[in-house]
């Protein structure tokens, strides 16, 4: 049986269990996509007093916003296993799962696929779709296509965050409030426009955590708008590959941590 | 050839030490004080096919670091190990394809789902042909007697429920060697005999190689011709049961039941009396007293109606070897 089906089957199973709870299931996406919505409502108030942010109009922030949200769901949704990895160090999941004939990526994939996240999923959709529709935007083939490997870029990339928090619980519990700094640190970041941090800022987001690469280079192209930044246009089919590069590179330090523990157990 | 070959097995842990207390906690940010562990010191033991082998020892000594290794999740310092042929931390994956392996502490079943699901998950991680699993199975449940079981959640069965639909796991993809690591912790006396009854008939009948981790030393009588005990790290004994009681000077015990009002005692060759209730127990030398002088002595000063002359129990036999060798 291939890993693709494998995976399948890790899915389909984590869906029934979620399902034995039902009810709480309900109340949980709905109070993830409720809370997420709630903090667009707070930048929305703030468009209404400020009119707009350097340069910047409410519907052009809501696709930023939207696009990021989606991503991050998605990421959340199937990368909860590394989200939560040092309990499954704790308890000894991961022993078991090392005692499995099956990659321990694959299995700390399959552990649990948290379908609750449909809630932060809807409400970015429904941000970003009324962004589109307010701005009066057509939406073509090219724009439907370069925005879902957007999405989809970015939701690689978060993962590969999530990887690498749970490598750095190989070595210490300690460095996991860090990590989740610059994960949900981003989060809030890729919100807005890269155009209106500091260049330092920018450039850590481009370069090194590319967050600020996978929404907005795409968008300034989707919205028809010039890089203020005067990055290259071709940057917004670049940047979905940013995502998958950048997990790629998060699955190597992966084996290394995996290595570590290995020889130190713990 | 032998299933199983460790040969000087070295495994160190740097164990970071802080004292208590949030200062202490922010310090060892900033700085970590390591003290070295020597969890295995030179451990070499081999197994034939087909052998039932208790590993004891007391915790911290080095059992869980053995498994670990023998188990391919842990590569060692240093030394030599094959596990049918393989070393086990090299091919992870062929190694764990060939091995089961059960957690008393730790439950390798979905929690929330009935076990069936789990089996059928197992089935695809070890790409066991449907055919041949469901054969497994059958014989499993019918062995465990797991059939009324399968279709409730996990959670919701016992722990000895729990323990057995756990143990048909380890063995749907029918691994010629099984580590069972406290397979009987927490169980009660009916669930014990049971999974002490199949892990018998595993090893007899299908020739399942089965190296047993345990405190519970009923275990180990049970099921156990040979027993290795380790102890900060080195093999300290590995033998028979009966060369393992050896190691203690012999001892006898004598039960007395039904004995009334005070009695005091000193006799040559008694070295421990304990009373509980109307019950007397006496851990006698019989090289220097015969259990029937020993009753004729206790004859004098009261009324024995009800005797009973034992081996001391495997338990107390370990207890003192750990404190003689002072573990």
Redesign the interface.
């Given at each position: 049986m291939s890993g693709i089906r494998l995976y399948g089957r890790y899915v389909s199973l984590s869906l029934q269990s979620q399902m034995q709870y039902r009810a709480s299931f309900v109340m949980f996406a709905l109070a993830n996509g409720l809370s997420a919505l709630l903090e667009f409502f707070a930048t929305a108030a703030l468009f209404a007093r400020f009119g707009s942010l350097r340069g910047w109009a409410l519907p052009e922030v809501a696709l930023f916003y939207g696009m990021v949200h989606t991503a991050f769901a998605l990421a959340e949704a199937a990368g909860r296993g590394f989200d939560v990895f040092h309990l499954h160090v704790r308890n000894g999941t991961f022993d078991r799962m090392m005692l499995r004939p099956r990659s321990t990526v694959l299995q700390v994939l399959g552990q649990d696929f948290q379908l609750l996240r449909v809630g932060r999923f809807a409400q970015g959709l429904f941000v970003l779709l009324w962004g589109a529709a307010s701005l009066g935007m057509r939406w073509t083939a090219e724009s439907v296509f370069l925005a879902v490997l957007s999405v989809v870029g970015g939701a690689l990339l978060f993962s590969g965050l999530f990887v690498l928090q749970a490598t750095l619980s190989f070595w210490s519990v300690e460095g996991l409030e860090i990590a989740n700094t610059l994960t949900y640190g981003g989060v809030e970041a890729a919100q807005f426009p890269l155009s209106i941090y500091r260049k330092w800022l920018r450039e850590f987001f481009v370069f090194v955590v590319p967050i600020g690469c996978i929404n907005y280079f795409p968008l300034i192209r989707i919205l028809g708008r010039g890089d203020p930044l005067g990055y290259p246009g071709w940057a917004a089919w670049v940047s979905p590959a940013v995502g998958l590069g950048f997990f790629l590179v998060s699955l190597r330090v992966w084996g290394v941590g995996v290595r570590h523990y290995r020889s130190t157990g713990s | 050839m032998a299933q199983i070959v460790v040969e000087n097995l070295v495994k160190t842990?740097?164990v970071g030490r802080r004292q208590a207390g949030l200062w202490n906690a922010l310090k060892g940010?900033a700085r970590r004080e390591y003290t070295t562990v020597r969890a295995l010191d030179g451990v070499s033991f081999s197994l034939e096919p087909g052998e039932l082998v208790g590993y004891i020892g007391p915790n911290g000594a080095g059992k869980s670091?053995t498994v670990?290794v023998l188990?391919?999740?842990?590569?060692p310092d240093s030394g030599r190990c094959e596990v049918m042929g393989l070393v086990p931390?090299k091919a992870?994956?062929?190694h764990?394809?060939r091995?089961g392996?059960v957690?008393g502490q730790?439950c390798?079943l979905?929690?929330?789902?009935p076990a069936a699901?789990s089996f059928?998950?197992l089935r695809?991680?070890?790409?066991v042909p449907a055919a041949v699993h469901r054969k497994k199975r059958d014989m499993l449940v019918e062995r465990l007697r797991l059939a009324e079981l399968l279709t409730v959640?996990v959670r919701q069965l016992s722990l000895g429920q729990r323990m057995r639909c756990d143990l048909a796991a380890s063995l749907l993809h029918a691994p010629p060697l099984l580590f069972l690591d406290e397979p009987t912790i927490g169980l009660d006396a009916v669930s014990k005999l049971a999974v002490r009854e199949f892990v018998r008939d595993l090893n007899r009948e299908n020739g399942v190689t089965v190296i047993l981790t345990t405190h519970d030393m009923d275990d180990i009588e049970a099921l156990c011709s040979r027993v290795i005990m380790i102890g900060r790290g080195q093999i300290l004994f590995d033998g028979t049961l009966e060369k393992l009681r050896s190691c203690i000077p012999m001892e006898r015990r004598l039960v007395v039941n039904g004995v009334a009002g005070e009695v005091a005692l000193d006799i040559a060759g008694v070295r421990q009396v304990t009373r509980e209730g109307d019950r007397l127990s006496l851990h006698f030398d019989p090289d220097r007293i015969p259990p029937a002088d020993l009753i004729a002595q206790l004859s004098r000063q009261f009324l024995v109606r009800d005797f009973l002359v034992e081996n001391q129990p495997i338990e107390e036999t370990v207890a003192r070897l750990y404190a003689e060798w002072r573990l």
């Amino acid at each position: 049986m291939s890993g693709i089906r494998l995976y399948g089957r890790y899915v389909s199973l984590s869906l029934q269990s979620q399902m034995q709870y039902r009810a709480s299931f309900v109340m949980f996406a709905l109070a993830n996509g409720l809370s997420a919505l709630l903090e667009f409502f707070a930048t929305a108030a703030l468009f209404a007093r400020f009119g707009s942010l350097r340069g910047w109009a409410l519907p052009e922030v809501a696709l930023f916003y939207g696009m990021v949200h989606t991503a991050f769901a998605l990421a959340e949704a199937a990368g909860r296993g590394f989200d939560v990895f040092h309990l499954h160090v704790r308890n000894g999941t991961f022993d078991r799962m090392m005692l499995r004939p099956r990659s321990t990526v694959l299995q700390v994939l399959g552990q649990d696929f948290q379908l609750l996240r449909v809630g932060r999923f809807a409400q970015g959709l429904f941000v970003l779709l009324w962004g589109a529709a307010s701005l009066g935007m057509r939406w073509t083939a090219e724009s439907v296509f370069l925005a879902v490997l957007s999405v989809v870029g970015g939701a690689l990339l978060f993962s590969g965050l999530f990887v690498l928090q749970a490598t750095l619980s190989f070595w210490s519990v300690e460095g996991l409030e860090i990590a989740n700094t610059l994960t949900y640190g981003g989060v809030e970041a890729a919100q807005f426009p890269l155009s209106i941090y500091r260049k330092w800022l920018r450039e850590f987001f481009v370069f090194v955590v590319p967050i600020g690469c996978i929404n907005y280079f795409p968008l300034i192209r989707i919205l028809g708008r010039g890089d203020p930044l005067g990055y290259p246009g071709w940057a917004a089919w670049v940047s979905p590959a940013v995502g998958l590069g950048f997990f790629l590179v998060s699955l190597r330090v992966w084996g290394v941590g995996v290595r570590h523990y290995r020889s130190t157990g713990s | 050839m032998a299933q199983i070959v460790v040969e000087n097995l070295v495994k160190t842990f740097k164990v970071g030490r802080r004292q208590a207390g949030l200062w202490n906690a922010l310090k060892g940010v900033a700085r970590r004080e390591y003290t070295t562990v020597r969890a295995l010191d030179g451990v070499s033991f081999s197994l034939e096919p087909g052998e039932l082998v208790g590993y004891i020892g007391p915790n911290g000594a080095g059992k869980s670091t053995t498994v670990k290794v023998l188990g391919g999740i842990m590569v060692p310092d240093s030394g030599r190990c094959e596990v049918m042929g393989l070393v086990p931390w090299k091919a992870r994956m062929a190694h764990v394809a060939r091995i089961g392996v059960v957690f008393g502490q730790r439950c390798q079943l979905m929690w929330d789902l009935p076990a069936a699901d789990s089996f059928d998950l197992l089935r695809d991680i070890y790409r066991v042909p449907a055919a041949v699993h469901r054969k497994k199975r059958d014989m499993l449940v019918e062995r465990l007697r797991l059939a009324e079981l399968l279709t409730v959640p996990v959670r919701q069965l016992s722990l000895g429920q729990r323990m057995r639909c756990d143990l048909a796991a380890s063995l749907l993809h029918a691994p010629p060697l099984l580590f069972l690591d406290e397979p009987t912790i927490g169980l009660d006396a009916v669930s014990k005999l049971a999974v002490r009854e199949f892990v018998r008939d595993l090893n007899r009948e299908n020739g399942v190689t089965v190296i047993l981790t345990t405190h519970d030393m009923d275990d180990i009588e049970a099921l156990c011709s040979r027993v290795i005990m380790i102890g900060r790290g080195q093999i300290l004994f590995d033998g028979t049961l009966e060369k393992l009681r050896s190691c203690i000077p012999m001892e006898r015990r004598l039960v007395v039941n039904g004995v009334a009002g005070e009695v005091a005692l000193d006799i040559a060759g008694v070295r421990q009396v304990t009373r509980e209730g109307d019950r007397l127990s006496l851990h006698f030398d019989p090289d220097r007293i015969p259990p029937a002088d020993l009753i004729a002595q206790l004859s004098r000063q009261f009324l024995v109606r009800d005797f009973l002359v034992e081996n001391q129990p495997i338990e107390e036999t370990v207890a003192r070897l750990y404190a003689e060798w002072r573990l």
